[in-house]
């Protein structure tokens, strides 16, 4: 976790262990949320200090600096990929890979009671979408730019805008993972509807809403933060690493090949799904790894060959080559 900023009043009471002690906290909260679904989340809130830190495996400060009586720093903290899924295992409760992705998010509201659609500029969803982030977001939303025509489509079909096809405008911005939020307000109340399509997984959400109100921004940002809550759950979701499954694999490299050794232990070590691995021998000849993968030896393999490594099976091992 990078760029943690703590800050703490330079007096009397200054103590540099508390700023440290607030950084560790921080950069678990931080973890915590990009790894972990919302109601597991409330789980992990009250992991003690002496827990965190038991976690941690390296660290680093820089930027410190003093500025009108506060002591400023910037803090990069490590944790041990091993212990803390382990300790999350403790809890029962599975992370996810913490996987960035683009997609394109297209919000509109419907005033059913007049027929009419506010599209964009007049949408407060739409302009105060992307005002709200937090550092620990997956999702990167591409919002569409203010086209007459698309807005012509969306009032010509207001009433079957749930069936539409977004395909057309899908097109123009050359995704393939897509959000498509409509909003239908009444009176005090909203119906919001989501459809999600993110990599092979569609699903639609329908929740309702009361005492709205659209021109409040304190509502309209709390309503967003609920909306993004849900949209990086089911992104994690789909992404989930089940540590209970452990297999165990044998892969041998050529001893001398120092370049490819060198290779794919950097590739091990940054595979979410390997949980650890270890040197079992080794010769003249070959070096032997045991791996211990939390996923089917396809996905392994797969993940291996990206980096432009290939594997064949000999007897119980598997050569990297």
Not at 136 to 144: A, D, E, S
């Amino acid at each position: 976790i990078n760029e943690i900023e703590v800050s703490e009043n330079f007096n009397l009471d200054f103590n540099k262990k508390k700023v440290f002690d607030k950084a560790f906290e921080t950069a678990f909260f931080q973890l915590i949320s990009t790894l972990v679904i919302s109601k597991d989340i409330k789980k992990l809130e009250k992991t003690s200090l002496s827990t965190i830190k038991s976690l941690i495996d390296s660290f680093n400060v820089s930027d410190e600096k003093f500025l009108s009586n506060k002591y400023y720093a910037k803090f990069n903290v490590n944790f041990d990929k091993k212990n803390t899924y382990n300790y999350f295992e403790s809890k029962n409760i599975f992370p996810s890979m913490p996987k960035k992705l683009d997609l394109f998010f297209l919000s509109v509201i419907i005033d059913t009671s007049a027929g009419e659609l506010a599209y964009l500029g007049q949408n407060p969803i739409y302009k105060s979408w992307n005002r709200y982030k937090e550092n620990y977001h997956l999702l990167n939303y591409i919002l569409p730019t203010e086209e007459i025509e698309d807005m012509q489509i969306f009032n010509n079909n207001i009433q079957l805008i749930e069936e539409y096809n977004f395909e057309n405008i899908l097109k123009k911005y050359d995704l393939e993972d897509y959000i498509i939020l409509i909003i239908y307000e009444n009176q005090n109340e909203i119906n919001v509807l989501s459809k999600l399509q993110l990599k092979n997984s569609y699903k639609i959400f329908n929740i309702n809403y009361k005492d709205i109100n659209f021109n409040d921004e304190k509502y309209i940002l709390s309503l967003i933060s609920d909306l993004k809550n849900l949209y990086e759950d089911e992104w994690k979701k789909l992404n989930l690493i089940n540590t209970s499954i452990r297999l165990p694999l044998t892969l041998s490299l050529l001893s001398k090949d120092y370049d490819k050794i060198k290779l794919f232990e950097k590739t091990l070590k940054n595979l979410d799904l390997v949980s650890n691995f270890m040197v079992l021998s080794f010769n003249n000849e070959n070096i032997f790894y045991k791996v211990i993968y939390n996923g089917t030896p396809d996905k392994l393999f797969n993940e291996i060959k990206e980096t432009g490594l290939n594997l064949k099976k000999n007897n119980q091992t598997w050569e990297v080559q």
